[in-house]
């Protein structure tokens, strides 16, 4: 852990590098992906500029969310934005709608549709996400509960500056996050399956509502007896069986649409042109 600036004075430090590395590999792996399952390069190089807005806002919604939370600890504080703390959940939300609004705006212009890069879109979510985790241990937030000496699971723990012996639940999660992104890229790649988001919104929704029980650090109450993440976990999981036959719906309007327009561009290959039907009504 090591949540110091790296350059006196300035903003650099291990967490922000562990985001920025994040992004790198969420770019990497969309256009490596993208490339593989041939979306249209157009379209794939559309959605890499809108990643990196959907991003950017991303960040203003984790921190905002992260804000929300904490004036609804402490009233009599007052609302006040900072963009030290930020929570994950806040920042999905942010991305995902910032980036459904401006594609459904921009539609109508594009070459491919957004069923084309669905399934890459939670492989890319999670590698970022499982970069930030290891950058928020570096920080010190989102730390576990204290292990008790003694127990055949504390040579697991590690020491912080909050306490010493604490589990590390964003190393936890980094790895959980490693794992089920690797899944859902071998399911992609080599099995062709497109219901990756559901997969993810269950996956995370329980693994992110069990590890709260484990979670250290106190971040108030949005539902009486839940903590803020476990109740959006609860919303994630709630999604999964919608989301997985909307996801269905769209797949097969899009392979409907990729079918009639291999059939139009098959029958005007076969179509003659008017050159060549004058030239059989001569040979006639």
Not at 71 to 93: C, K, Q, R
Not at 100 to 117: A, E, H, V
Not at 211 to 227: A, C, H, K, N, P
Request: contains cysteine.
């Amino acid at each position: 852990m090591y949540p110091d600036r790296l350059i006196a004075g300035r903003w650099v430090t291990l967490y922000g590098i562990c985001i920025g590395i994040g992004i790198i590999a969420c770019i990497v792996l969309l256009r490596f992906m993208g490339k593989k399952i041939k979306v249209d390069p157009k379209f794939l190089e559309f959605t890499e500029m809108l990643g990196y807005v959907s991003i950017l806002l991303g960040f203003l919604g984790a921190s905002l969310w992260q804000d929300f939370y904490n004036y609804l600890e402490d009233p009599s504080a007052g609302f006040h934005f900072s963009l030290e703390n930020l929570t994950f959940i806040g920042g999905l939300i942010f991305g995902v709608a910032t980036f459904i609004i401006i594609y459904m705006i921009r539609r109508p212009k594009l070459s491919g549709r957004i069923t084309d890069i669905l399934p890459i879109a939670p492989c890319c979510i999670t590698i970022a996400h499982g970069f930030g985790r290891i950058g928020c241990n570096f920080a010190g937030c989102c730390y576990g509960m204290e292990v008790p000496e003694g127990k055949w699971y504390s040579w697991f723990a590690v020491n912080m500056y909050h306490g010493d012996h604490l589990l590390p639940t964003q190393l936890m999660e980094a790895a959980f996050l490693f794992l089920l992104c690797g899944l859902m890229m071998f399911l992609v790649l080599k099995k062709k399956f497109y219901y990756t988001f559901p997969i993810y919104t269950g996956a995370y929704g329980i693994w992110r509502f069990l590890i709260e029980f484990v979670r250290g650090d106190d971040r108030g109450q949005f539902v009486s007896g839940l903590t803020p993440s476990q109740f959006w976990s609860i919303v994630m999981v709630a999604m999964t069986i919608p989301l997985f036959f909307f996801v269905r719906y769209l797949t097969n309007k899009r392979q409907e649409e990729l079918k009639i327009a291999s059939q139009i561009t098959a029958t005007a290959k076969d179509a003659k042109s008017p050159e060549e039907i004058e030239e059989e009504i001569k040979d006639e």
